[in-house]
């Protein structure tokens, strides 16, 4: 089982998606997502969430998974949830997009949420934290609490797009910065053609993979 956080930053589609291929590839996923995460999906996604299982009715408005039955829900003010506890055996957890308050508390050891708990967890317990800060440019303060969590046994994975697989569409970038994403949780993906494949292929071909 993997936690997925998304938090008030701008891309929440990153984790969105992170999320689709996750069930995709037959992953249990625990999933959170910010109060301001859903404001800002109704800004950038369009969507304004509805009912008791709002992020499973947006993937379900998406059409990309169907294994919805994988995907367990929590408010980021549920400490009663699993993820809430080290006795809770999750493989990972990763925080697509990451916003610098969730970054900051997640270095401070501040567990005001949900979210900022189960990073607290994830790092006393040794587990893969992997988070995706979104902004630009960055601070002294923010590259700071980064290095504070990489010291701590985090991952930072900015999502920053490669074009080396030549993007056609936003959809592309979306697919390789969660490949990246993929990768880092050891699953098998074929959102985008490592580089050393397009290499030997040749630098002036391009080819999809899904």
Known sequence: MIAVAIT????????????EELLNSGEAVYA??????????????????????PLAALLTK????????????????????PLASGSTPFKAMIIAPCSMKTLSAAANGYSDSLITRACDVALKEKRKLILMPRETPLSSI??????????????ILP???GFYSRPEKIDDLIDFVTGKALSLLGIKHSLFESWGKQVSRGAGTRKRTA
């Open 8 to 19: 008030g930053a701008s891309g929440p589609v990153l984790g969105v998606r992170l999320i």
């Open 32 to 53: 959170v997502v910010s109060e301001a995460a859903w404001s800002v999906i109704a800004h950038e996604l369009g969507y304004k969430r509805t009912g008791p299982a």
């Open 62 to 81: 998406r059409k990309k998974t169907k294994k919805l039955k994988l995907l367990k829900e929590f408010a980021p003010g549920d400490f009663f949830s």
């Open 142 to 155: 923010h590259l700071e609490n980064m290095l504070k969590l990489s010291r701590a046994g985090a991952v």
């Open 159 to 161: 999502p920053v797009m």
